[in-house]
């Protein structure tokens, strides 16, 4: 008689099962929440590369401006228009808006090759939901030779509100030189209303505003530009005053002109389709940069903060000091004293996620205006 086979195939139990589903779940939750960690890691990774690119992008374009600062300017800076009948020019404005407060150019109206702005910037909204100390503006002029305006003769009228350029071939120059230069009213690289010209002769210098570019080389400066630049009328420190003296003669001395450019830094918060600024629709705050009377452009965006601090030198007390944040004005010092400005900009970028808060950079950087510093020791 045979024994039967009592041997069954048996399966896993629910209380078996219960468990391994558990530990499946408890080992997939962790692994979902490392690799939610590591992306977060990588986001806010690629998010502090980006803030680092947009800083160095501003300060090494505020660098390159600031190393040239000065430029063919004459050593204490510009004269312009003052006396009877002068008031304040402008700077950061463009033929219909200013963007900055206290832009009224220092020291009886007088332009050099960096002009501090202390605290006349914007304010910006921070993470806890108040508003940051107001940021800083930086302004600074130098000489534009991309142009060749050199190679024009240049002839004033009497109110100085006009000037013809003419072509003046160079030769004979051992350097190639291109010839003819461009039209003054060449669309591409030629003047445009709110363009500053550089005017210098015997005399002085002199600075005049573009508001009209005619035909024939007939460029016009009329007063009321948009940075009450012009101001024919004025007593002195205009185009006029290049004719020179009380009794003028005939002809002014023989003048030279190069474009001028004065630029200026400061941070924007785009205003969102409410048109409100400082609230939620507002765009990523960007540093803006503003050339003579032309309108001003975004040069680097998550830009939510720029302070600048000045070293002076008093070439005749032999004294230097570090740091000021009006580069000594309050005190009575010029900011022709100025031999290296120190830069500070803040990026930012929105926590992943939906988090509050931001992700900050800072960068910090320090400049010397070459041509601001030099000293001819042998005169």
């Known amino acids: 008689m045979r024994r039967s086979d009592r041997t069954k195939n048996r399966g896993f139990s629910l209380a078996e099962l219960l468990v ?51 430029a063919g300017i004459t050593s204490g800076g510009v004269q312009l228009p003052d006396g009877a009948g002068a008031t304040g020019s402008l700077f950061g404005c463009d033929q219909t808006t200013c963007y900055t407060t206290n832009n009224i150019y220092p020291i009886n109206n007088h332009l050099y090759g960096v002009i501090p702005n202390p605290a006349a910037g914007l304010k910006v909204m921070t993470a806890a939901g108040v508003l940051s100390p107001p940021t800083d503006v930086l302004t600074i002029a130098y000489t534009d030779t991309t142009f060749p305006l050199n190679e024009y003769s240049v002839a004033l009228n009497a109110s100085g509100s006009q000037a013809t350029f003419t072509p003046v071939n160079p030769a004979p120059n051992p350097l190639p030189v291109p010839w003819p230069p461009p039209a003054i009213n060449d669309p591409a690289v030629g003047l445009k209303v709110g363009d500053l010209i550089l005017f210098s002769n015997s005399v002085g210098q002199a600075i005049g505003e573009v508001t009209l570019v005619g035909a024939g080389g007939v460029v016009t400066f009329a007063n009321g530009d948009a940075l009450r630049i012009n101001q024919n009328t004025a007593a002195g420190g205009n185009i006029k005053a290049l004719w020179g003296g009380a009794a003028p003669p005939a002809v002014p001395p023989p003048i030279v002109c190069n474009r001028l450019l004065v630029l200026t830094y400061y941070i924007d918060i785009p205003a969102g389709a409410d048109g409100i600024r400082y609230t939620a629709d ?98």
């Open 282 to 379: 507002d765009g990523p705050p960007r540093l803006m940069k503003q050339v003579n009377g032309q309108s001003p452009v975004p040069v680097a965006e998550n830009v939510a903060g720029l302070q600048a601090s000045y070293d002076i030198y008093d070439d005749v007390a032999g004294v230097a000091t570090a740091n000021l944040k009006d580069a000594g004005m309050s005190a009575g010092k010029s900011p022709n004293q100025i031999r290296k400005v120190n830069l500070s900009v803040m990026t930012r970028s929105p926590m992943p996620g939906g988090k509050q808060g931001f992700q900050t950079l800072n960068l910090a950087t320090s400049v010397s205006a070459r041509d601001m510093s030099f000293k001819d020791r042998y005169q």
């Open 20 to 70: 391994a589903m558990a530990m499946g779940l408890v080992i997939l939750s962790a692994a979902v929440n490392l690799f939610s960690k590591a992306l977060g890691a990588s986001f806010l990774v690629t998010q502090r590369a980006e803030m680092q690119q947009d800083g160095r992008a501003a300060l090494d374009m505020m660098a390159k401006d600031i190393s040239l600062a000065g």
